[in-house]
């Protein structure tokens, strides 16, 4: 089946704060119709360390609504 998606972001770094937001709409041809929004930071604690964190929310249109939450680091070495 045919999907038509489309996503709208953005991101702002301010000091060691990467702040993000963003936007995706997804919809299947026959079937379901799903809208996610989801923000996120990043904060840089060293050289090629990071700390990052996210949350989402996806809603479908057929009641199957969730919402995710991601913490995390990287290190690059």
Known sequence: SDADT?????DYTTGPFKLGASYLNRDVDGGVESDRYTAGVVYTYGPGMTFRGSVAYRDDSNDADET????GTQINF
Not at 6 to 10: K, N, R, T
Not at 68 to 71: F, H, I, M, S, Y
């Open 68 to 71: 995710t939450a991601t913490v």
């Open 6 to 10: 489309w996503v709208l972001g953005a």
